[in-house]
């Protein structure tokens, strides 16, 4: 079993639509969450962090988690082409640690 | 990207050579790390430092060697290439997040 999973797509939906990425995690004592997006080519950039359970909205973007099941999701809403890129999840390992765990990344493709 | 300057953004070479990945943050973190990142594989963790004068191993770190010359400055050899190592390679420094993260390197071994 991968440490931090994800679908890797692609996820295609189309403009207007609410893209729901998800990814789970195997270390139950995981603190610190993330969601990254990278753009072909590019480098990845930081477009949200969760630590506690429940809801956090940034602008367009709603992460969830889920610790209990594991689980934490980005929500992207009013999803425009300029989001197609690959979302990237990423753990802390352990606690008190600097280890960061990357999932695969899933691939979304927003049709205009 | 602002903050993390990685050197060169282009490399090839043949197996068997050696060279150095250079990476530099001018945003006074402590903590820098080193990643890969491979088709289908997302990124992996090389090695990291957590502060000045202390690095330790990530998820893949055989055939790669660090040196945290200073607070500003974490290194990456290569001391004998193989065509397993050509990769992106990324330098990132949180401070207590992982979001900065250089431009890359991209390597490749013939």
């Known amino acids: 079993q991968k440490e931090v999973e994800q679908n890797s797509g692609p996820l295609s939906v189309p403009e207007g639509a609410i893209a729901s990425l998800n990814c789970t995690y195997s270390d139950r004592v995981s603190q610190s969450f993330f969601w990254y997006r990278q753009y072909s080519g590019k480098s990845p950039e930081l477009i949200m962090s969760i630590y506690s359970n429940g809801d956090k909205e940034d602008g367009r973007f709603t992460a969830q988690l889920n610790k209990a099941s594991q689980y934490v999701s980005l929500l992207i809403r009013d999803s425009q082409p300029s989001d197609s890129a690959t979302y990237l999840c990423?753990?802390?390992?352990?606690?008190?640690?600097?280890?960061?765990?990357f999932g695969t990344g899933t691939r979304l493709k927003v049709l205009a | 990207n602002a903050g993390v300057t990685q050197t060169p953004k282009f490399q090839v070479l043949k197996t068997g050579q050696s060279m150095t990945l250079q990476c530099a943050q001018d945003m006074n973190h402590n903590s820098m790390y080193w990643y890969r990142q491979d088709p289908g594989m997302g990124l992996r963790l090389i090695y990291y430092s957590a502060s000045e004068g202390t690095t330790d191993k990530g998820e893949v770190p055989n055939g790669y060697n660090v040196s945290r010359l200073n607070k500003r400055e974490f290194s990456l050899r290569l001391e004998s290439a193989a065509p397993s190592q050509t990769s992106v390679y990324f330098c990132?420094?949180?401070?207590?997040?992982?979001?900065?993260f250089g431009d890359g390197t991209r390597l490749s071994i013939l």
């Open positions: 990132a420094s949180p401070s207590n997040q992982p979001q900065h």
């Open positions: 990423a753990v802390t390992k352990g606690t008190g640690t600097y280890k960061y765990i």
